[in-house]
Protein backbone atom coordinates (compact mmCIF):
# COMPACT_ATOMS: atom_id res chain seq x y z
CA UNK A 1 0.00 0.00 0.00
CA UNK A 2 3.24 2.41 0.92
CA UNK A 3 5.42 3.13 -2.00
CA UNK A 4 9.07 1.23 -1.36
CA UNK A 5 10.49 5.14 -1.39
CA UNK A 6 8.07 6.49 1.25
CA UNK A 7 8.17 3.28 4.11
CA UNK A 8 9.55 4.67 7.28
CA UNK A 9 12.23 1.76 8.38
CA UNK A 10 10.97 0.47 12.01
CA UNK A 11 13.54 1.98 13.91
CA UNK A 12 13.23 5.14 12.83
CA UNK A 13 9.29 4.48 14.19
CA UNK A 14 10.64 3.63 17.23
CA UNK A 15 12.74 7.12 17.15
CA UNK A 16 9.51 9.13 16.37
CA UNK A 17 7.56 7.09 19.13
CA UNK A 18 9.92 7.91 22.03
CA UNK A 19 10.94 11.10 20.68
CA UNK A 20 14.47 11.07 19.66
CA UNK A 21 14.09 12.65 16.59
CA UNK A 22 15.13 15.94 17.27
CA UNK A 23 14.92 17.44 13.83
CA UNK A 24 12.04 15.43 11.81
CA UNK A 25 12.41 15.88 8.00
CA UNK A 26 9.98 17.02 5.93
CA UNK A 27 9.70 13.40 4.33
CA UNK A 28 9.13 12.30 8.28
CA UNK A 29 5.81 13.84 7.98
CA UNK A 30 5.22 13.05 4.70
CA UNK A 31 5.18 9.33 5.30
CA UNK A 32 3.00 10.27 8.85
CA UNK A 33 0.22 11.51 6.33
CA UNK A 34 0.77 8.44 3.94
CA UNK A 35 0.73 6.25 6.76
CA UNK A 36 -2.56 7.53 8.64
CA UNK A 37 -4.54 7.97 5.14
CA UNK A 38 -3.30 3.60 4.82
CA UNK A 39 -4.86 3.38 8.65
CA UNK A 40 -8.09 5.38 7.45
CA UNK A 41 -8.92 3.18 4.54
CA UNK A 42 -10.88 -0.11 5.69
CA UNK A 43 -8.81 -2.68 3.41
CA UNK A 44 -5.58 -2.76 4.57
CA UNK A 45 -3.84 -5.38 2.87
CA UNK A 46 -2.07 -8.69 3.31
CA UNK A 47 -0.14 -8.97 6.36
CA UNK A 48 2.05 -11.78 7.05
CA UNK A 49 3.34 -11.09 10.58
CA UNK A 50 1.04 -11.87 13.18
CA UNK A 51 1.55 -9.02 15.07
CA UNK A 52 2.22 -6.86 12.77
CA UNK A 53 -1.74 -8.01 11.50
CA UNK A 54 -2.75 -7.41 15.15
CA UNK A 55 -1.02 -3.53 15.67
CA UNK A 56 -2.46 -2.73 12.30
CA UNK A 57 -6.11 -4.26 12.96
CA UNK A 58 -6.20 -2.52 16.17
CA UNK A 59 -5.03 1.00 14.37
CA UNK A 60 -6.97 3.88 14.52
CA UNK A 61 -6.76 6.75 12.18
CA UNK A 62 -5.85 10.40 13.92
CA UNK A 63 -8.96 12.01 12.40
CA UNK A 64 -10.01 15.56 12.20
CA UNK A 65 -13.70 16.55 13.91
CA UNK A 66 -15.55 15.77 10.63
CA UNK A 67 -13.57 12.69 9.61
CA UNK A 68 -11.28 13.54 7.46
CA UNK A 69 -7.55 11.58 8.04
CA UNK A 70 -4.72 14.14 9.09
CA UNK A 71 -2.47 14.70 6.56
CA UNK A 72 1.35 15.60 6.36
CA UNK A 73 0.74 19.57 6.82
CA UNK A 74 -1.60 18.50 9.75
CA UNK A 75 0.91 16.63 11.34
CA UNK A 76 3.88 19.36 10.43
CA UNK A 77 1.21 22.16 11.73
CA UNK A 78 1.16 20.14 15.21
CA UNK A 79 4.85 19.54 15.15
CA UNK A 80 5.36 23.46 15.29
CA UNK A 81 2.06 23.80 17.37
CA UNK A 82 -0.17 25.35 15.25
CA UNK A 83 -3.07 22.55 15.30
CA UNK A 84 -3.87 20.44 18.86
CA UNK A 85 -3.74 16.96 18.76
CA UNK A 86 -6.82 14.72 19.69
CA UNK A 87 -7.23 15.19 23.49
CA UNK A 88 -6.98 10.65 23.90
CA UNK A 89 -3.43 10.31 22.01
CA UNK A 90 -1.74 13.28 24.26
CA UNK A 91 0.22 12.08 27.22
CA UNK A 92 -1.40 13.22 30.53
CA UNK A 93 0.33 15.37 33.33
CA UNK A 94 0.53 11.57 35.29
CA UNK A 95 2.53 10.06 32.38
CA UNK A 96 4.71 13.29 31.67
CA UNK A 97 5.83 12.87 35.58
CA UNK A 98 6.46 9.26 34.74
CA UNK A 99 8.79 10.31 32.27
CA UNK A 100 10.45 12.59 33.86
CA UNK A 101 10.85 10.46 36.99
CA UNK A 102 12.18 7.85 34.98
CA UNK A 103 15.03 9.87 33.59
CA UNK A 104 15.68 10.75 37.66
CA UNK A 105 15.84 7.46 38.53
CA UNK A 106 18.04 5.85 35.04
CA UNK A 107 20.46 8.69 35.88
CA UNK A 108 20.76 7.44 39.17
CA UNK A 109 21.18 4.24 38.29
CA UNK A 110 23.97 4.95 35.30
CA UNK A 111 25.79 7.18 38.46
CA UNK A 112 25.68 4.56 41.41
CA UNK A 113 26.72 2.12 38.82
CA UNK A 114 30.05 4.09 37.52
CA UNK A 115 30.14 5.00 41.54
CA UNK A 116 30.35 1.44 42.58
CA UNK A 117 32.69 0.36 39.77
CA UNK A 118 29.94 -2.08 38.84
CA UNK A 119 28.82 -4.00 35.86
CA UNK A 120 25.02 -2.53 35.27
CA UNK A 121 23.18 -6.08 34.50
CA UNK A 122 24.93 -7.14 37.76
CA UNK A 123 23.30 -3.82 39.57
CA UNK A 124 19.94 -4.20 38.06
CA UNK A 125 19.51 -7.89 39.51
CA UNK A 126 20.14 -6.14 43.24
CA UNK A 127 18.19 -3.69 42.38
CA UNK A 128 14.98 -6.25 41.16
CA UNK A 129 16.37 -8.25 44.65
CA UNK A 130 15.37 -5.26 46.81
CA UNK A 131 12.19 -5.06 44.77
CA UNK A 132 10.74 -8.29 45.59
CA UNK A 133 8.49 -10.83 44.20
CA UNK A 134 6.79 -9.12 41.24
CA UNK A 135 5.26 -10.21 38.23
CA UNK A 136 7.36 -10.66 34.91
CA UNK A 137 5.64 -8.12 32.93
CA UNK A 138 6.96 -5.41 35.91
CA UNK A 139 10.37 -6.91 36.54
CA UNK A 140 10.36 -5.61 32.39
CA UNK A 141 9.55 -2.49 32.71
CA UNK A 142 12.08 -2.17 35.76
CA UNK A 143 14.66 -3.24 33.21
CA UNK A 144 13.31 -1.56 30.31
CA UNK A 145 13.91 1.98 31.94
CA UNK A 146 16.88 1.02 33.68
CA UNK A 147 18.64 0.17 30.20
CA UNK A 148 16.50 1.59 27.26
CA UNK A 149 15.19 4.69 29.58
CA UNK A 150 11.77 3.66 28.98
CA UNK A 151 9.22 4.96 30.76
CA UNK A 152 7.83 3.15 33.83
CA UNK A 153 4.06 2.59 34.45
CA UNK A 154 2.71 4.45 37.42
CA UNK A 155 1.96 0.77 39.19
CA UNK A 156 6.01 -0.35 39.01
CA UNK A 157 7.46 3.52 39.48
CA UNK A 158 7.38 3.40 43.16
CA UNK A 159 8.27 0.25 43.51
CA UNK A 160 11.20 1.03 41.09
CA UNK A 161 11.94 4.21 43.41
CA UNK A 162 12.15 2.90 46.93
CA UNK A 163 14.17 -0.40 45.33
CA UNK A 164 16.53 1.83 43.17
CA UNK A 165 17.08 4.19 46.41
CA UNK A 166 17.75 1.29 48.84
CA UNK A 167 20.41 -0.68 46.63
CA UNK A 168 22.02 3.12 45.97
CA UNK A 169 22.08 3.79 49.49
CA UNK A 170 24.32 0.27 49.65
CA UNK A 171 26.98 1.10 46.96
CA UNK A 172 26.73 5.27 46.87
CA UNK A 173 24.62 6.67 49.77
CA UNK A 174 25.91 9.76 49.11
CA UNK A 175 23.77 9.89 45.57
CA UNK A 176 20.72 9.29 47.37
CA UNK A 177 18.22 12.30 47.34
CA UNK A 178 17.84 13.11 50.97
CA UNK A 179 15.04 15.68 50.04
CA UNK A 180 12.96 13.30 48.45
CA UNK A 181 10.04 10.92 50.05
CA UNK A 182 9.72 7.44 48.85
CA UNK A 183 6.18 6.81 48.62
CA UNK A 184 5.41 2.94 49.15
Given at each position: MIPWPLRVAGGQWGNIENGKVSQP???????????????????RGTI???????RVTQAQPVLHPDG??????????????????????WPCQED???????????????????????RPVSAAMQVL???????MDQVMA???????????PSVVLAIAKKALYDWV????????????PIEE
Open positions: QPSTFIQLGILNECLSQPEKDKLLRQRPWAAEDWFACYIGKLEGPEDLLDAEAETKRLGSLFDQAVEKGGLRLAGELPIENALFAGERLGTVAAELVPVDE
